[in-house]
Structure formats: structure tokens, C-alpha cells
């Protein structure tokens, strides 16, 4: 079902249109309400009448995740604080949070995008939505929460965590769709498989997952263990949260509400726009937010853009799915290195478990990536020589995808931390 037939399904040159008008409204509105902003167009000599369409875009300055830091906490919001019904925060690895906020209107737009979402996921109101998003600052539960009202689906809001009872409620309420991140869903297959619990009968069907980066290998890897589609969600705080976009049932591309969310991809170095179809850091302008619109946000989210139609009738554009971010790229001697390279090659040995860590280190003045991966109870030895044969196998095949040489280290099942939320794969002890 398409939630939003109008605005999901409409012409490109009436998104066109529709963009470039709420685009117009809302320069203005920074302009005149945000003295960041005011100040940033006024040292480009550019003025709010000066920007008429969507093509324009290239002239507006850039915002970054420092500008929202270096206005912590409320800085760069457009509206009075009276406006303010809700703020979320994402919390970031160092220094002070970001701190999102969004005025009643935000809170219906957000409600929308996911209600979109959840609807292009192949969910509807005869579903139980178990969300196993955090609740709290983090967008993920109260964003996945409020679209699933909205589309009358019969929420459970359980919040992540809290294995044992995960089990339990997916059981006895007969949850149908599960939303979280792909990596606790994988831990919560692993805890069915040791509980006894055999995910086919479950009437679990659907799971709406996202908030961290997973490679189709991964995909995989739960569609199998749970016996469900897995749909991917994209969003980030600094924009709404969740909905930003997400895959239709077709599973090949992520579309995006491109009537809140106008999508730009650059070249991260030179900070030109790129051919849409290459590979680029994504940018996005909020062109109907209220609380805190922000002019072509740079999210760090390497992908690239499909203007293709998409057979399930939607015109938005997609988004390829989004492996990498550009600060999460491991400079390895040299050669650049994603986890998500390291994280397909390892599900597709039989051998090796979806659980891995990536250790990073500086030996002298050389860089070191040592892959801890865990390795599946059957194919564990206690004969040294079938062991190193093993991590022959994986570091040949590792190698031979990275270009650099790695140091594997097999671990026994259970051995990785596991996740509840966003997964922390990367140890990079360079910068500790
Ligand atoms: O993670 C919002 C969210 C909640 C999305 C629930 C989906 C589901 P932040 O905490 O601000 O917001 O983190 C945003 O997470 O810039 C991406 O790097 C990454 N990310 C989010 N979704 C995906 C995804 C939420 N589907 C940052 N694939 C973003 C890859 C994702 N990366």
C-alpha cells in the first residue's frame, strides 16, 4: 500500500515545482530567523529572493556537524522556544551531544515519513509492531513508534534491550513486524536459536531495520535466521530521525521523501556536485521544517542516486543502500578500507558468524588490521592445523578484497560483545 499516493507518486516535474516552492519559503525563513545562517548567505552575497528554484541549491552554503555543536544546544533553531515540543539528541562519540528539536508540525511531518515508510515496507494496521528501537534521546523508538500509530498498526513498545523479553512478547503477542538494528536482530536470532524457539512459527514477517550500516550479505544472514523480509530504513536526527528513507517491498534502492527532504550527493574533497548516479557524500536540505530547517546538510553518508521509476509506482528518488559514512572509511597504510568490505567477505564463508571486530593499530610507524571474527561452533577445532588453515582461508580472502594484508584472530562463538543498539565494530587504537 502507498501511504501517500499524491506526494509519493507525483511527476518529477511537479516535485520539481513543489520543491523549489518550499524551498524559496524556507530560505527565507532561515534567513530571517536564524542569525547563523543570515550570516553565512551575507558573506556569500546572497539574499533570499536570489534563490528561486531547486536547481539554485548549489549556492546555499553547507552545515556540518561541528556548526550544530558549535550552536549547542539550541542555537540554530528558527523557531521560538515555545514552539519547541520535543527535542532528541543524538550522542556522538566525543565532546557534546547534538540536540535536534521539533515543533508540533515536525512531530506530524516525522509521523508521516515513517508512516510512509512502514507502508512501502509492507506493513499496515493489521500489524504488532515490536519496537526494539532505544526509546529516549535517540530518534529510533519514539520516530518508529509514532508511524506506527499512525498507519493503526497495534504498537509494543519495548524499547531495545531486554533479550529474554523480546522473546517472550514475539511469542505471546505475535509480533509481525520487528523494528531495530540489524545487528540486534541478529543477536535476538542467535538468543531464539538458543532458547529453542524456531522463528517459522513465529508470525514474525517483517523487520524494519536500520540506524547502522549492514551490507546485503547481512541481509542475508537475517532473512535466513529469523525467516522474514528485512527492509532497510535510513534517516538521521539532524534531518528528523527514521523515515528519511526507505525501501520499498522491491528491496533495491531506498526511496526518499524528497518533498521534506531535498537530497544532493558531492564529492566529499572538492565539495562539488557530482554526477547523481556516481558516489558521493549525501546532503540533504530540509525544505518543511519548522523547528530546525538546515540548508544542505552534510550527513557524512556515502551513497548514490537512482531517478529511475520504481515498479511499485513510487516516483521519489532512491538512494542506494548506504554502506559506509566518510568518517568511518579506516585508512590503512595507505589504502582505504571499509567494514562493510570486511563484513561481506566474511558472511559469505560458511565457516565464519555475522560477529566481528575490526582492530585497528599503529606498529612503529605501520598501521595494523587485525579482524577478530567469531567461527561457528562446528568448524571450532581443537587441532591447531585445521585452525590456521581456516584463518589462511579468510585472510587470503580478506586480502584479496581489501589490498592490504590483515592479522585474523578466530574466536569462539559468543566471544564479540553483542549489540542492542548501534553496533561498535571498529576499534581504531591509533586514536587513543
Ligand atoms: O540512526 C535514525 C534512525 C533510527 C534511522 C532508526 C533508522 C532507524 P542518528 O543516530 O542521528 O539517527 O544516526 C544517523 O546513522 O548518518 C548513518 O550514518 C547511520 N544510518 C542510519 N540509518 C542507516 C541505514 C538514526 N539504514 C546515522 N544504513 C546516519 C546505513 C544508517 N546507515
Redesign the pocket.
Known amino acids: 500500500m502507498i501511504w501517500n499516493e499524491p506526494q509519493e507518486c507525483m511527476s518529477r516535474d511537479n516535485m520539481h515545482s513543489l520543491q523549489s516552492r518550499r524551498l524559496q519559503d524556507m530560505v527565507s525563513r532561515v534567513y530571517h530567523n536564524v542569525a547563523f545562517y543570515r550570516k553565512k548567505m551575507q558573506e556569500l552575497g546572497l539574499e533570499p529572493g536570489d534563490i528561486k528554484l531547486i536547481d539554485d541549491l548549489p549556492k546555499l552554503p553547507f552545515t556540518t556537524k561541528t556548526d550544530l555543536r558549535d550552536n549547542y544546544p539550541f542555537g540554530l533553531f528558527a523557531v521560538p522556544k515555545s514552539e519547541i515540543v520535543r527535542v532528541h539528541a543524538?550522542?556522538g562519540t566525543t565532546g557534546k551531544p547534538?540536540v535536534v528539536g521539533y515543533t508540533r508540525r515536525d512531530v506530524d511531518m516525522f509521523s508521516e515519513v515513517v508512516a510512509r515508510s512502514l507502508c512501502s515496507a509492507g506493513a499496515s494496521r493489521h500489524d504488532i509492531i515490536q519496537i526494539a528501537?532505544g526509546y529516549g534521546l535517540?530518534?529510533?523508538g519514539l520516530?518508529?513508534h509514532y508511524g506506527s500509530e499512525k498507519i493503526g498498526a497495534t504498537v509494543v513498545p519495548i524499547s531495545g534491550g531486554n533479550t529474554a523479553k523480546q522473546l517472550q512478547l514475539l511469542q505471546d503477542f505475535g509480533s509481525t513486524v520487528l523494528?531495530c538494528?540489524?545487528s540486534y536482530a541478529l543477536y535476538l536470532a542467535e538468543s531464539m536459536k538458543e532458547a529453542g524457539i524456531d522463528p517459522q512459527e513465529l508470525p514474525l514477517r517483517l523487520g524494519?531495520?536500520?540506524?547502522?550500516?549492514?551490507t546485503e550479505e547481512m541481509r542475508k544472514a537475517i532473512e535466513e535466521a529469523l525467516s522474514i523480509k528485512a527492509i532497510?530504513?535510513?534517516?538521521?536526527?539532524?534531518i528528523i530521525?527514521?523515515?528519511?528513507?526507505c525501501e520499498c517491498e522491491n528491496q533495491n534502492g531506498?526511496h526518499i521523501a524528497e518533498d521534506h527532504f531535498v537530497p544532493e550527493i558531492i564529492d566529499p574533497s572538492s565539495l562539488d556536485p557530482i554526477t547523481k548516479e556516481n558516489t558521493g557524500e549525501l546532503v540533504f536540505t530540509t525544505v518543511t521544517k519548522e523547528a530546525l530547517p538546515l540548508l544542505r546538510y552534510r550527513?557524512?553518508?556515502l551513497t548514490s542516486l537512482n531517478y529511475e521509476a520504481c515498479s511499485c509506482g513510487r516516483t521519489t528518488v532512491r538512494m542506494h543502500?548506504?554502506?559506509g559514512?566518510s568518517d568511518?572509511m579506516l585508512i590503512i597504510r595507505g589504502v582505504n578500507v571499509f567494514p562493510s568490505q570486511v563484513e561481506s567477505v566474511l558472511l559469505e564463508l560458511r565457516e565464519t558468524m555475522p560477529h566481528y571486530l575490526l582492530i585497528v593499530d599503529r606498529v612503529g610507524a605501520l598501521d595494523t588490521l587485525e579482524v577478530q571474527v567469531e567461527v561457528d561452533d562446528q568448524y571450532f577445532s581443537d587441532e591447531m592445523t585445521k585452525l590456521e588453515a581456516l584463518s589462511r582461508k579468510i585472510k587470503h580472502a580478506v586480502e584479496s578484497v581489501l589490498g592490504v594484508s590483515v592479522k585474523i584472530k578466530l574466536v569462539e562463538h559468543k566471544t564479540i560483545q553483542r549489540s542492542e543498539g548501534?553496533a561498535q565494530r571498529i576499534i581504531d587504537k591509533r586514536k587513543l
Open positions: 543524538s550522542s547534538t528501537y535517540f530518534t529510533g520516530g518508529l523494528a538494528t540489524p524494519i531495520f536500520g540506524a547502522e550500516p549492514w532497510d530504513i535510513f534517516g538521521l536526527s539532524e530521525g527514521p523515515g528519511v528513507s531506498l550527513t557524512r553518508d543502500k548506504c554502506t559514512r568511518d548501534k
